[in-house]
């Protein structure tokens, strides 16, 4: 944790090809049943390694494959999108734990 209590941001793990396809998998399975939500956002990295997930998805004529690309793209937006609404309502919870506070020592 650095200043302000602001931690630092993680270093992206190196996965290996497979991994990163399993993870590719599974991040296109739960954004196509639209289960992506603020319980497993921050644990879905597939932002994490999106670059490589397209450089790595060629045709047969080295083309990149703009399909699959599309697909994890949409599905990096839907994780993003959950994660900036879980951030809201985390910052809205602790605002109101402080205003609570707050009034509690006024009274």
Not at 23 to 45: D, F, M, Q, V
Request: charged content about 25%; some cysteine.
């Amino acid at each position: 944790v650095g200043a302000a209590g602001v931690r630092p941001p993680k270093a992206t793990a190196v996965l290996s090809a497979e991994a990163v396809l399993n993870l590719y998998s599974n991040c296109i399975k739960l954004a196509s049943e639209n289960k992506i939500n603020a319980k497993n956002t921050w644990s879905l990295a597939l932002i994490d390694h999106i670059s490589e997930i397209v450089r790595d998805s060629k045709d047969e004529d080295d083309q990149t494959n703009f399909q699959k690309a599309s697909c994890t793209l949409d599905a990096g937006v839907k994780i993003y999108a959950s994660r900036v609404d879980s951030f809201h309502n985390e910052t809205f919870r602790m605002l109101g734990g402080m205003n609570k506070v707050a009034q509690a020592e006024e009274a």
